[in-house]
């Protein structure tokens, strides 16, 4: 079996996908990291070591790589995975939950990114991998805020890989489709108010997401994927990696004319 000693910090790393991707990697060897709000949560755990981070927070972020330098003199791979869901009307959704949404989805990688460069930057390498989503790449009905906050991230990456390429440094976006995790359950619903007339088309909608990640695939299937992306010298900026059907929605919204693809989008929705 190949051995990799590198340090890789996953955001998240108690969890779903962090959880199942921190435990492959080290598997292969590598000294693997995860993040969790409130490690304490998580008795027990004993796949790799939980460093506290709440991503919203600069001075959280900037402790919590402080101690893994501090342990390891290094990181070497960074593994943007924190993130939340947020479904809801777009006109009703409380600015204040957008405003979290996006301090998690997208002002936190960059933050824990703008921590880990300097690191990096004094070893010329480093790889930074964020988890975006299938959604980032469409805006998805009664799941606005989320796809926006998931594009930004997936564009922005597309700008920072050039920026730091210099340095010696890879940086690409993987989106999953579904995958079973509890994903839904520390998602920010936004309440169906009462004689809102999004009422019915918003509780189908929310009723086919969850359908949809519950049969979602087998997170150790995006482990892999992660784990073949880091072996790439030359990574290309944005991965995928899910149900056939989903990642073929990325191919088919690139070809398809703008009109078709919403009729298509309209129809999976039952809208
Ligand atoms: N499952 C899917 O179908 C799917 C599809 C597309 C994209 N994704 C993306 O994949 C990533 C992982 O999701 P998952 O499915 O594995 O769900 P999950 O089990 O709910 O994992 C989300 C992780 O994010 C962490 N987190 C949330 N808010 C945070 C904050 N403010 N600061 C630091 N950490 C925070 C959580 O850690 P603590 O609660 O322990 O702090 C948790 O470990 C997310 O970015 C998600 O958007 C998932």
Redesign the pocket.
């Known amino acids: 079996m190949a051995h990799h000693s590198e340090v890789v910090l996953i955001?998240?790393?108690?969890?779903?996908?962090?959880?199942?991707t921190g435990q492959y990697l080290a598997s292969r060897g590598y000294r693997v990291y995860?993040?969790?709000?409130?490690?304490e949560?998580?008795p027990g755990f004993d796949l790799f070591p939980?460093l506290q981070?709440?991503?919203?927070?600069s001075s959280?972020v900037e402790a919590a790589i402080a101690e893994l330098i501090g342990r390891e003199g290094r990181v070497d791979i960074l593994i943007?995975?924190?993130?939340?869901?947020i479904t809801g009307p777009i006109e009703e959704t409380p600015g204040e939950a957008v405003g979290?949404a996006f301090?998690?989805?997208f002002h936190?990688p960059l933050r824990v990114i703008r921590a880990v460069l300097p690191h990096m930057r004094q070893h010329r390498k480093g790889f930074i991998l964020n988890?975006?989503?299938?959604?980032?790449y469409m805006g998805l009905p009664y799941r606005g805020f989320?796809s926006a906050s998931?594009g930004a991230l997936g564009i922005i990456t597309e700008a920072y890989r050039m920026e730091i390429r210099e340095f010696g440094i890879r940086m690409a976006n993987l989106?999953?489709?579904?995958?079973?995790?509890?994903?839904?359950?520390?998602?920010y619903h936004c309440p169906m108010l009462q004689g809102s007339p999004y009422r019915e088309p918003y509780g189908r909608t929310l009723d086919l997401m969850d359908q949809?990640?519950a049969s979602?695939?087998d997170?150790v299937v995006?482990a892999r994927k992660v784990y073949q992306i880091l072996q790439q010298r030359h990574p290309k900026v944005h991965y995928t990696a899910?149900s056939f059907l989903q990642r073929l929605s990325l191919v088919l919204k690139k070809i398809l004319p703008d009109k078709i693809y919403e009729r298509l989008l309209l129809n999976h929705y039952k809208l």
């Not at 981070?53 to 927070?57: N, S, T």
Request: aromatic share 4%.
């Open positions: 955001t998240g790393g108690a969890s779903g996908l962090g959880k199942a995860g993040t969790a709000r409130s490690p949560k998580y939980l981070m709440d991503v919203r927070q959280s943007n995975n924190a993130g939340v869901g979290d301090e998690t989805n936190g988890i975006t989503s299938v959604a980032g989320y998931k989106a999953p489709g579904d995958f079973a995790t509890n994903i839904a359950a520390g998602r949809h990640v979602g695939k997170p995006l899910g």
